[in-house]
Structure formats: C-alpha cells, structure tokens
C-alpha cells in the first residue's frame, strides 16, 4: 500500500502537543518523585528523629540528667567497656527511688517490676539494623561525646533520636572525625564548650588516640 | 557426589584403565576424577551444575521482564520494620554486662570421658564451645561433636517432659510412683531392680551407686556401652594381674607403630595425642628431625593418612601382623604364611623399632582382640618403651556392674530382674542384632528411661524422664588419664531436663536432690577456695592418675595364621566419626559435616576397595546385601581406595528414624548386623549385589581445583636435599598485575597451614560452622553442591588406585591481595580492607555470583534458599544458638571466610580502648582455636617476627594457583613426609605434586 493514499492519519495534529506534554511531565514527575522521595527519608517522619516515643513509665532525661545532674554513666553502666551502652535494671531505678517518690503513681510499673520480677519493657528509641555493629565503649574511649549522637537529652522530658542514625550519617564522621572530637574525660558532659584552642586539641587528638580515619570506613567496621 | 542413576557411574571394565591413570596423575581427589566421567566433568564446568542445568537456555523477554519486575518489588519489602523494645534485667547479674560474653571451663563427655571446654556464653546463652588450655584432655582443642554440643543444647525436638505410658505427666508423679515402690525395695533389699548405666567416668554417679546398694544390697548395675572394647583391659589383666590402661606420649616416640589403631580420630585422648603427635611432625628447617608412623589398619583412617607408611590389611590379620612384627623383633624366624605384609617390610620395620629403643612405640587398637593388645605391650616392654612412651595406670572408668546388656535380658528372661531404670543410653537402638531386648523389656513390670530425646528405648518406657544437657547440670567426670573435673552448667535446663544425679538420688529417696550440693559432697575434701579453683580452673588438681609401675611380663602365645580367611569377605564395624552409636544422629552440624576420608554426609555406605568392587562387579551406590547368621543388611557400596580388599566397613550410629534431622539423613543401620560375640568385626559375610542404585551424597566433587599443583609434598630426606621442593616445577608467579596495589600501613593479617601438622579431622570446619552462623543445607542441597561451610578439608589421593597415599588440604578463603572476586561485583559488596581483608558486605550483596564464577579457589557460598529462619516465633529455640556477633544471612546472599572478622574487630576495639597495639596471638581464628595439632596460624604479617611471619619465611611455604597472580594471604607448607629409606617407597610419595 501507498502512505498518503487513501490511508486516514492515525494522530491528530494536537497529538504533538500532548506528547510533548506526556513526556515532560513524566520527567517532571520522575524528578518530583526523587526529590520528594528523598526529602521524605531524610524527614523526621520516616527516620523518628525528633519524635518522642511513648514509653510504659514517662521517664524523663531532662528531669534526671538536666535538672538533678547524674551521670549517664551511673544507669547506662556498659557504655565504657561493651559495645551496648545498656539500660538500668529495676534495682537501679530502686536505689533512689526506694527512698525519694516511693508513692509515686507514675512509678508504679517500677515497683511492679521488682516485687514479681517481671521485666519493665522500653520502647526502643535509637536502633540501627540487625547487620550494624555499633559499639559504644570505643566511641567513648576515643571521644565522642555521648551529647553528639544522642542530642541534648537533659532537654528530654520523653526520649527522642537526635540524628538518623542512617548510614550516611555515620559515614560523614567517620571520614572525617575530627570536628566531632573532644577529650574523653569530657565525653559525659553536656552542653560542652570547646576550649579557644579546640582546633589544636582535635589535631593532638587524632594522633595521641591512635585514630586513622582511612581506616573507619572499612565496611567490616560495622558490618559483620 | 551422588551416585544415582541418571550419572554415569564408574563402569567395572574401567578399573584396569584408573590403575594406569593414577600412576600418572598426581594427586587425585576420586575415582570419577580418574575416568573423567560425567559427574565428576559436571562439577568442574559448572560450580553448580543443577542451578545452570535448570536454567532456560533461551530466556524469553516477558520472562526476563517478570523476573526483573518480582525481584524488585520483593526487594521493596525488605525496607519494612518493627517498633522493638528493650526488656533490662530487673536484677542485673554480677558480672553480666550486656553485650559482653562470659566463658566458663566445664567438661564435656566424650564416650564417658571427660574433654575439657571453655564455653562462651552471651548473656545466660551458650554460643560456643572452645577447648580448655589447662585439661590434659583438650589442651585448648575441641573437635566436631564438642562444636556441635551447643546445638544438641537448643535442639526443639529434645524431650520436654515426662511421660508416663507415652502421656505427659510431671516429675512430682514420677517420685510419687518411685517412692511407692522404694517401699518395696528397701523391704526386698532392692530385689528385681536394675540400673542399666551408659559409658561413664563420674566418681558422684560411682559414690550415688555405692549408696543405693548399700540401701539396696540386692540392686543390680549393668552397663551398656556399645562403643566399648574391652581387649586392652582383658590383656593388661592376664599380663600384670589387673586392668590397667595405657597413656601414650607420642611427644617422645621416634617410630610408631599403630595395629589398627585409629589414636588421632578415636578414643578419649585422641585431642592430645594428636597435639603430641604433631609436635614431632613438624619441620621448619633441615635439621630437624620427624618421627616416623607405621600404620597397619583395616579401614582408612586418619591415622593411616598421616602415617609415613600404612598398609591396609583384613581385620582378622592384624593378629598374625602384630605377631610376625613381634617375631621379627625379638629376632625368631618367620613363620610363613602367619602374615599378609611381606618379610623384609616386617624386619625394616623391626629394625626401625629395635633402633628406636625406649623411643619406639607400639600402639593396638582398641576393637583388636586381647592378643593384639598382649603383643603390643610385649613389644613396648622389650623395646623398653614402657615407663617412656607409654605409662599404665589403674582405668579411670571402673564403675562396679554386674555385666552387660546381654547379662540384663538374660536376668530378665529367668525373671529375676522385673525394674529397669535405664540412664542415658537408647539400648533398644544399640543392641547387637542377637539380643532381643526389645522382647526382654517388655518382659518388664516397670521400665524407666532417662533421655535427652524420646528416642526408640523411651517409646517402649513406662516413664520416660528427659535428662538434662550436659550444658544444663552439675557433674563431674575424669578424663583418659584419669585427670577429674568438674561439670557445671551455662544455662538452667530448658526444657525441664533432670541431671543423673538428681535422678539416682532420687531412686534413694532423696527427691529434692540439689545436684549441685551432690557433686560437691563428693569433692568434700577440697575446701571452698579449692573447689572454686577448680571450678574457674575446669580442673582438679593433681587428680591425674599416677603411672603403675608393671614388672612381670609373661610369655605370650604367638597366635595360628589364619589358614581360612583369605577368601572370606569381612565386615568391620566403625563408629560413625560424629555420630558415634547414633546419639548425635539429630544433629544437623554433624549430619552435614563430611567424614574425613569419604566426604560423605546424611548417611553411610558400605566402603569396598576397588579391586573387590572389581570382582564382585560392583559401582558407587549399587546396593548391595550383607548376610551371616540369619541377619541381613542391605546398603549402598562406596568403593574407598585404601581400603583392604575383602572387607567392608559398615559405620554404625546412622539411619535411625526417630527425630526430624536423623530421618532426613539417609543411610543404614549397622546394628542390623552386628553380634554381641564379634562386635567389631566378623567373617564369613555373605554379599549379593542387589539390583538398585542407592543416593549416596558426597561433597568430593564439590569446589574442585582441578588439574593445578594443589597439594605439595616430599619426603624428609627430599626436603633436605632441596627444601625449596615446593618451587620446583611450579610456574613462577607473575610479577606485574592489572589490579590496583594497596599500601597496607596498619596491620596486614594472613594466615599460614602447616599440612603436615594437618591430620584431617575437621575440627576446624565444625568450629568455623559455630562460630560463623554457617546454616545447613540437608542432603538435597547438599547433593547439588550447595553446602554452605567457608572452610572445607580437600582429601587428595596420591598413587595407586588401590593403595594410594592420603593427604588433606584445609582451604579457606585466601584473602588475595589481587582478589579476583573483588573487581567483578557490580554493587561493590566485596571489597578490599585496608588490613588487606577481602570483606564481604552481606546488606550490599544483590546475589549475582559473579564473585564466586571468578574466584579460583572455589571459596565463595551462596545462600540459594533460605536457609535460616528469621521469624523470632517460627524460628524456635534452635535461633539462640547464634553468635550474636555474626550478622545471619538470607536468601539471595553471598558469603565466605572473613578471617573470623568479628574476633579481630573485638580485639581491635580492646586494644584501641588501651591504646595499644594488638599483639601477637591476640587474634585467634575459630579453626585455628579447634586445631588439635596447631596446624593454622593467623597473625600480622606486618609485624616483625609474628608467629605467622616465622612461618612463612620457611623454604616450603607456597601459594595456592601461585600463577595467577592473586597473591594469597593464606598459604600452605608442603607437607612432609618421613618414610624408611629401606622400604621401596611408592614412586608417587618420594615428592609429588598435583
């Protein structure tokens, strides 16, 4: 058969117009889906940061870290020698409160706990997948502080994520840890103010903690 | 690989044709090898050849498309998570800090002896099982079946309660029925009662019996051990008035003789023989010198594979051998005909031992008959070896019994035995096929059995009581050289299990027992530190049994040659290596694990040699039937070179139908064969070959190297000559590489094998399973070459098809420094490290397997199906056995050795914590750990003077497939060998190559 001859046209002349508007919008979309996409993951909405959690007792950092000072140390007591900081058993809660607020309502799953023995359940706040190693002793040991991942919790009264946790986070310190520095003995505290000579003490740091940043990003560092 | 039908099997003409390949062919891995057939051709051109057999050939674009489509959305899935909670301790422990392990020293039985262990335990829950530096018994080795303790632990199918008449019941009605009838006995003085105990060492079970008897004066002990031998006993006996045991040094021997004793694989002391042993096997320069090992055996075993020279002979004539070697000794003329090996073979060997004096020594092998054993100890006596070589002392498993099983049905049967308590053992399992004792129990007014499973035994029970896990209870126990110690648990028992203990106090009317307060009582005489010391320690001090001195030694009879037994076909009887008598038949680990030398896994087959596989027409997997004595046995043949021709090896311990893992293994039941009279061996077998093909499956195929110079080897004397034998002839390695160089400035870790320290045993397979969360695949899986182990133990052959030389070759991933594997992922989910690890990333890993298509020592695994369980809830208790820092793969996932990656990180953060820098020996490798002859050391290779460096720097260290250029962190040295310049050695042993 003859094009042309006899032959109807199968587009009409407004078909270029809609094509051209098809395909721009498909890219426009495309491109609206990955940047919305990845704007969505990074939002506190998918990674929790910033999102209190319920908990079985309304613990509160700020009450216990900002307004009575204890150290994080004294519940979290695994943090300098395990790679889980740990949570305090129900004795630990019982040290104190076997003596201040024993009739509190609020701490009634406390006292529960430790007359049947049944564990108190926390809702998990800052978690990474099973296949990541964190280990906490030695992020401590070579200072960083507890403030620089977990926010400043004694302005907490719920426990909230202060940062992702996600991989490109962690990965942005370790390539370059040095602004994330400080002495070890000041690792517990909050609200740190550098010294003047802050940059100095972070470059002394590097070399007197035996820290080689071309190495942390080796993938067994965390992955096992 | 399996023998079934649609493979090409081994056609019986060819046999004549394999002998000629052979000899030139060095070394070779199987007989399919040797005529290149179809299965063997199979597994070399394809690493998996039923994935790319299954593969469309031409793969449509809408079938590609939906592949794409479902593997994306499927991948979509994975993102989804679970809110999680955190449940502390309401009492947090002394000393639990969670996330950091504890280890505790308890023992371990092996066969009733103890083997200490070190047991590393997360928070209430033991992972691992490690060997304890300090007891005699393991010296900080383990092997297979202590790996695989942790698993029995968590076994679901494990008994969870008590039964009575089959229906659940509690304990609490069990003593109420027992004291009931303890009325009665204490009346009776315990008439009609029975004990029927296992094999064991425990001076409280000893103390717990002395006591029921004397509660009980006419309560009867038997025993049922059907691993026992009970020859050395009988001959020590007749020869020094009283049963003594020997205690080998093989440290101090400088020529070995073993009459079928297997003294690397069996027994109680084989983890410390074999250090000893290799302790005088290894050769770094030389000067040193080696001791030399004859072995003499009847079926191929480990210690035939490392002997210098082994000659394999009928079960029947080891008799006329030991006693043609003792003549020859002591210098008498040869009586013709009374041995099989030749006279000048007999007197070059004769002479080695008379040269080696006090360092000679004669080991007998435990299943031979009272004069093997009574030779054997002439011999060591004449030499002067006793008090040397070789102590004696007083058993250190005398436990008073009134006789065997046999004994107790016959006692049943004229009724003057109507209870039976039956501890540990599965007698209706293990009986020899002439003892009706399924008949005889149900003779019974009361049966009462104590196991970990409800096995065969506790179906015919009255009351079946699940027993506690050796885990799981207090007990102590002695090991080969009487050494005691203490068994404490890791965990409460998980399902309710009651210790022995508690269960003979129970019998004596004590029915809330503390058996912790029980073993304890027995060790009054130490004081509360000491017994804490002893506990820490996993050992008692000084408790080792103290030689005997021996002085009369009598004339002992030389035995008749046995004029008839040449054409009579053999049956020798052997306990499956990790089995034993089918105790550990539920144990997927040792189900999967390849035997040594066979490679088979889920099940067992009946080994031949070549030339009777020859005449009797038979190929791999043909089932064949065993008859004598009315009993009869079919199985699948499996032709073994090495193995004596006219005789069959049947393992015992395998098809047994109760528990899901064991039923799902394949394999026959020796115990259909076998006779209280002749336990370890018989003649006079008659065998039919049948007309089918069984599935044998065998992993000898599997990862194969093929055609390359894999395992190098030489004599001493040739080492001396040339100690670069490992060079010679091998293509020099390239110098210039594509792939990019890396600086290595921090540590560079490598790894170096000593074959000739490595006697094959496994260990370090089952260890590296333990400690890396490596799944098992069952014997379907396992047939299609999908067997997840990182490290495997290549068995080559080397010589004659019918007596060829056996060497063992462990290969874990090489960690190139030029790593083929690295360069081909398109997802970067292997890469380099900066210590020179090839890391694998198992969330980056999309599955292509182009790593493993391009890795050269076949090291890479692949998790085809999912072959662990990730749902918490389905997954059951058997999920509590994983190394917590192991990341568990699924489906889809590649993986390989990481050089136990998570120990160095541990170790690495420790010492960065310290600020320090690791050092030397501070990481240890899973398989270097288990090694019972230190055959793998690991270390820094950039650290001056590490053990792993002194290694490498010997003339014999090479590279595997040096040629390409991978520049392997794990090497090898070749393996030595010291055999008697006298004897005309085969051309193949003098030095080799393949």
């Not at chain 1, 919305?36 to 999102?51: H, K, N």
């Not at chain 1, 740190?192 to 190495?215: F, G, M, N």
């Not at chain 2, 194969?704 to 040739?718: N, P, Q, S």
């Not at chain 2, 014999?956 to 090497?971: G, I, K, Q, S, V």
Request: glycine letters at 8%; charged letters at 20%; hydrophobic letters at 40%.
């Amino acid at each position: 058969m003859q094009i042309g001859e006899g032959m109807p046209q199968v587009f009409s002349s407004n078909a270029n117009g809609i094509a051209r508007f098809a395909l721009w919008g498909v890219c426009f979309f495309a491109m609206f889906v990955a940047i919305g996409g990845t704007a969505l993951l990074r939002s506190g909405f998918v990674t929790g940061v910033g999102q209190p959690i319920a908990q079985p007792i309304p613990f509160s950092h700020k009450h216990h870290v900002g307004e009575i000072g204890l150290d994080c140390r004294y519940c979290h007591n695994g943090v300098e020698t395990s790679a889980a900081a740990g949570l305090p058993a129900t004795e630990v809660c019982m040290t104190c409160h076997s003596q201040v607020f024993t009739n509190a309502d609020m701490l009634a799953p406390v006292r529960a706990s430790l007359a049947s023995g049944q564990p108190l359940q926390w809702q998990r706040v800052n978690s990474v997948p099973d296949f990541v190693y964190f280990n906490h002793s030695i992020h401590v040991a070579k200072g960083v502080a507890c403030e620089t991942c977990h926010g400043e919790v004694d302005d907490m009264p719920l426990m909230q994520k202060a940062h992702s946790l996600s991989m490109e986070w962690c990965l942005g310190c370790h390539r370059d840890p040095t602004p994330n520095l400080r002495p070890p003995q000041d690792a517990f505290l909050m609200h740190w103010k550098p010294p003047q000579d802050i940059e100095e003490v972070r470059r002394s740091l590097i070399s007197i903690l035996d820290i080689h940043p071309a190495t942390m990003t080796d993938c067994y560092v965390c992955h096992r | 690989m399996s023998a079934i039908a649609d493979q090409k099997p081994l056609s019986v003409s060819d046999h004549a044709a394999l002998r000629a390949v052979a000899a030139g062919r060095d070394p070779w891995r199987s007989l399919d090898e040797l005529a290149d057939s179809a299965e063997f051709r199979r597994f070399v051109e394809a690493e998996f050849p039923a994935i790319a057999e299954r593969l469309p050939l031409n793969l449509d674009r809408r079938m590609m498309l939906k592949l794409m489509g479902a593997s994306l959305s499927l991948a979509g899935l994975t993102a989804c998570s679970k809110a999680e909670r955190i449940v502390p301790y309401v009492r947090q422990p002394e000393n639990i800090i969670p996330g950091r392990p504890l280890y505790y020293a308890t023992t371990l039985s092996s066969d009733g002896y103890g083997i200490g262990a070190v047991v590393e335990c997360h928070e209430g829950r033991p992972t691992k099982v490690e060997g304890n530096l300090d007891h005699p018994a393991s010296r900080g080795a383990t092997d297979a079946i202590m790996q695989a303790a942790v698993l029995s632990l968590f076994d679901p199918e494990r008994s969870r309660t008590p039964l009575k008449q089959g229906e659940p019941a509690s304990y609490d009605d069990f003593l109420k029925d027992i004291a009931a009838l303890a009325g009665g006995w204490v009346g009776s003085g315990g008439q009609g009662l029975a004990l029927l105990i296992e094999a064991t060492t425990s001076p409280t079970t000893k103390a717990q019996i002395e006591v029921l008897k004397t509660r009980y004066p006419k309560l009867r002990v038997f025993k049922h051990d059907p691993l026992a031998a009970r020859s050395g006993e009988q001959a020590t006996a007749t020869l020094f008035g009283k049963p003594l045991t020997p205690i080998y040094h093989f440290d101090r021997a400088d020529v070995i003789v073993s009459l079928d004793a297997d003294f690397l694989g069996e027994g109680p002391g084989r983890l410390a023989y074999a250090r000893d042993f290799a302790r005088r096997r290894r050769v770094r320069a030389s000067t040193d010198t080696m001791s030399r090992l004859y072995v003499i055996e009847s079926t191929p075993t480990i210690t035939g594979a490392a002997g210098d020279h082994r000659r394999a002979v009928k079960p029947s004539a080891v008799e006329g051998v030991a006693a043609a070697i003792k003549a020859a000794l002591e210098g008498d003329k040869y009586v013709d005909g009374q041995s099989p090996l030749e006279p000048a073979w007999t007197n070059v060997l004769a002479d080695d031992l008379r040269s080696a004096g006090r360092n000679a020594l004669v080991v007998p092998g435990a299943h031979q008959p009272p004069l093997v054993h009574a030779v054997a100890f002439a011999m060591n006596a004449r030499l002067g070896a006793i008090g040397n070589t070789l102590d004696l002392i007083d058993p250190p498993d005398v436990m008073p019994n009134d006789g065997d099983l046999a004994t107790l049905c016959q006692a049943i049967e004229n009724g003057s035995i109507d209870t039976v308590v039956v501890l540990g053992s599965n007698p209706v399992q293990t009986t020899p096929s002439d003892i009706d004792v399924r008949a005889a129990f149900s003779k019974l007014k009361l049966l009462v059995h104590s196991g970990l499973y409800r096995d065969e035994t506790a179906f015919l029970a009255h009351w079946h009581i699940p027993a506690a896990h050796e885990l799981e209870g207090w007990s102590d126990i002695r090991a080969y050289d009487g050494t005691a110690s203490i068994v404490q648990p890791l965990i409460q028992p998980l399902f309710g299990g009651k210790s022995l203990h508690r269960l003979l106090a129970g019998l004596a009317g004590e029915f809330d027992a503390d058996p912790r307060a029980l073993v304890r009582a027995t060790w009054k005489a130490m004081d509360e530190p000491a017994w804490q010391q002893a506990l820490r320690d996993g050992v008692v001090p000084d408790s080792a049994a103290a030689s005997v001195a021996v002085s009369l030694i009598p004339d002992t009879p030389t035995p008749m040659p046995q004029a008839s037994a040449a054409e009579r076909l053999e049956v020798r009887f052997v306990a499956d290596p990790w089995l034993r008598d089918g105790c550990n038949a539920n144990s997927s680990w040792l189900q999967e694990l390849p035997r040594p030398l066979s490679k088979l896994v889920w099940g067992n087959a009946a080994l031949v040699s070549p030339a009777t596989a020859e005449r009797l027409g038979l190929e791999n997997g043909r089932v064949i039937n065993m008859a004598r004595g009315g009993k009869d046995l079919d199985a699948p043949v499996w032709i073994t070179p090495g193995q004596p021709d006219e005789t069959v090896t049947l393992s015992l311990g395998h098809g047994r139908k109760v528990g899901s893992v064991a039923s799902l293994a394949g394999g026959y039941d020796a115990f259909a064969l076998r006779t209280a009279d002749a336990p370890w061996f018989v003649d006079g077998v008659l065998v039919t070959p049948r007309e089918g093909l069984a599935r044998v499956v065998t992993t000898q195929h599997h990862q194969a190297m093929e055609g390359r110079a894999i395992v190098r080897h030489a004599t001493l004397d040739a080492f001396r000559d040339n100690p670069h034998f490992v060079r010679d002839g091998a293509p020099p390695a390239p110098t210039e590489s594509l792939y990019p160089d890396w600086t290595y400035d921090q540590e560079a870790w490598g790894m170096a094998i000593d074959q000739s320290a490595c006697i094959g045993c496994m260990a370090c397979v089952s260890a590296c399973q333990a400690e890396n969360n490596i799944p098992t695949v069952g014997p379907d899986q396992t047939a299609l070459g999908h067997e997840m182990h990182w490290l495997r133990i290549d068995r080559y052959y080397s010589g004659s098809v019918d007596d060829p030389a056996i060497l063992f070759q462990p290969v874990p991933c090489m960690h190139c420094e030029q790593a083929p594997c690295e360069v081909v992922c398109p997802v970067n989910a292997t890469i380099h490290t900066h210590d020179g690890l090839n890391a694998q990333v198992y969330n980056r890993c999309i599955g292509t397997r182009y790593c493993s298509q391009n890795c050269p020592y076949k090291v890479r695994r692949f998790n085809f199906l999912e072959y662990q369980e990730f749902e918490k809830d389905v997954a059951g208790p058997q999920q509590a056995v994983h190394n917590p820092d192991v990341t568990v793969r699924s489906r889809g996932i590649m993986e390989k050795c990481t050089y136990c990656v998570q120990r160095i990180s541990e170790n690495r953060i420790r010492a960065q914590i310290e600020n320090r820098q690791i050092g030397d020996g501070e990481v240890v490798t899973a398989c270097q750990q288990a090694c019972p002859t230190q055959a793998i050391v690991f270390g820094d290779l950039n650290r001056k003077g590490s053990h792993v460096t002194l290694e490498k720097a010997v003339p014999h260290n090479y590279a595997l497939l040096e040629e390409l250029n991978t520049r392997p962190r794990t090497t090898y040295l070749g393996k030595i060998t010291n055999p008697n310049g006298q004897l005309a050695a085969k051309p193949a042993a003098e030095t080799g190559r393949g």
